[in-house]
């Protein structure tokens, strides 16, 4: 079983503020862990993903994050908010629901708000 | 490379009709996936295929969904009589691979059920 809590479904930042998107983590199986961005009427593209390699992993458009396994934690961030950061973002799991093949678990989504 | 295509984009029914949902994957990618993206939520699979075989629909409600990839190319999902709660956006995705393997997803279909 598996499944991904993102804490604050809202989350606003100044223009150049520090982004910090919050997302937990459960599996009964080692993690390969993702976190998607959805800009308004399109579909997921991938920021960046997590699959055993190294623990600080950057993606794109200057995100990071960092998987901590005593946390169970894969937190997004970026340094510097930008206008164009404004979307959804969703952490994913990818594990086992049923069967042999893994799938992703999506959590609920932060809708990321950045103020001029 | 193209990237994942569906159709239609918008699609607005009455509740106990059926409507049908067409995705092409990118090329030589072998999985391919439904989602059901409800307003506010995650998206939540609906079904797997692996090349033309369903690896997975447990969560697929099947006494109005079905989905079909014939040909281990391109897919339809159809729901078959519509409810109001079958209102949500529904996402094709494809991938080379299972696991670790980046899904691309397509642009949605947007159905409103009345």
């Known amino acids: 079983a598996q499944s991904v809590t993102q804490l604050g479904s809202h989350v606003s930042v100044s223009e150049g503020a520090l982004v910090l998107l919050r997302c937990n983590y459960s599996?009964?199986?080692?993690?390969?862990l993702f976190w998607y961005v959805q800009y308004p009427n399109q579909g997921l593209q991938l920021l960046l993903k997590y699959t055993s390699a190294a623990t600080l992993v950057k993606g794109i458009n200057g995100f990071e994050a960092e998987f901590k396994k005593s946390e169970t934690s894969f937190h997004l961030t970026k340094p510097s908010a930008h206008m164009s950061d404004a979307a959804e973002y969703f952490c994913a799991v990818s594990g086992y629901l049923s069967g042999s093949a893994r799938q992703l678990t999506f959590g609920s989504g932060t809708q990321l708000t950045v103020l001029p | 490379e193209a990237g994942v295509a569906q159709s239609p984009r918008y699609k607005i029914i009455e509740k106990r009709q059926s409507v049908a949902f067409w995705c092409n994957p990118i090329s030589g990618h072998a999985t391919l996936y439904w989602y059901q993206q409800i307003l506010g939520q995650g998206p939540k699979l609906l079904i797997q295929f692996q090349n033309n075989g369903v690896v997975d629909d447990s969560q697929l409600p099947k006494d109005r969904f079905s989905a079909e990839r014939l040909k281990g190319v391109d897919s339809t999902l159809k729901i078959q009589p519509a409810k109001l709660e079958d209102s949500a956006v529904y996402l094709c995705a494809s991938s080379r691979g299972q696991g670790a393997h980046e899904q691309y997803f397509g642009p949605g279909t947007r159905l409103t059920v009345t």
């Open positions: 599996s009964s199986v080692p993690p390969y």
